[in-house]
T-cell receptor, first 115, second 114 residues
Framework: EAGVVQSPRYKIIEKKQPVAFWCNPI?????LYWYRQNLGQGPELLIR????????DSQLPKDRFSAERLKGVDSTLKIQPAELGDSAVYLC?????????????FGPGTRLTVT | AQSVTQPDIHITVSEGASLELRCNYS??????LFWYVQSPGQGLQLLLK??????LVQGIKGFEAEFKRSQSSFNLRKPSVHWSDAAEYFC????????????FGTGTRLTIIP
């Protein structure tokens, strides 16, 4: 079974430029998450989707960040314009429910460097 | 608000020695607790989870963790570490049977010396 796929793995951009990250969750996983992991920290949730619906986007900086999950499968996270403080690893996860319990499976992440 | 504290930023142990990584959580309802491991340049891999029942849970790679409600702790243990265990370890808490955001600690970096 394929895991969560993310691309690109690495991205270097100049500040004020736009950037987009793509995530393909594990087949059959209805819930998809985007986390941001700053250096030396644990991941923090940006947004959570149930199928196509964003059910928790309270931590998403909506002035510059946007996300979509068309057709309830793949998802894209966009930053426009990027700032120096956006340098981080962006992790996508999807979850499966088994007997009422959820496990989140993480992709390898996209490491963003803003210069 | 929920939170997780991992008091040890960095731990060094000798190969073959035992290991215990500490985790304390704060959560107002029934906590669902997880330990993840992250190797350099890799995503997070689930080691084990606690939802209910037996407070001592077994995970992959020989790890186990014990849930102690009275101490709000969920410490990770391994009786004998291998060089391949060197990585960053994260404790996390979630609600609603895990179908909510994971709140992570800041992680503990484990170094193994020969």
């Amino acid at each position: 079974e394929a895991g969560v796929v993310q691309s690109p793995r690495y991205k270097i951009i100049e500040k004020k430029q736009p950037v987009a990250f793509w995530c393909n969750p594990i087949s059959g996983h209805n819930t998809l998450y985007w986390y941001r992991q700053n250096l030396g920290q644990g991941p923090e949730l940006l947004i959570r989707y149930e199928n196509e619906e964003a059910v928790d986007d309270s931590q998403l900086p909506k002035d510059r960040f946007s996300a979509e999950r068309l057709k309830g499968v793949d998802s894209t996270l966009k930053i426009q314009p990027a700032e120096l403080g956006d340098s981080a690893v962006y992790l996508c996860a999807s979850s499966l429910v088994t007997a009422g319990e959820y496990e989140q499976y993480f992709g390898p992440g996209t490491r963003l460097t803003v210069t | 608000a929920q939170s997780v504290t991992q008091p040890d930023i960095h731990i060094t142990v000798s190969e073959g020695a035992s290991l215990e990584l500490r985790c304390n959580y704060s959560y107002g309802a029934t906590p669902y607790l997880f330990w993840y491991v992250q190797s350099p340049g890799q995503g997070l891999q689930l080691l084990l989870k606690y939802f209910s029942g037996d407070t001592l849970v077994q995970g992959i790679k020989g790890f186990e963790a014990e849930f102690k409600r009275s101490q709000s702790s969920f410490n990770l243990r391994k009786p004998s570490v291998h060089w391949s265990d060197a990585a960053e370890y994260f404790c996390a808490v979630a609600g609603n049977f895990g179908n909510e955001k994971l709140t992570f600690g800041t992680g503990t970096r484990l170094t193994i010396i020969p």
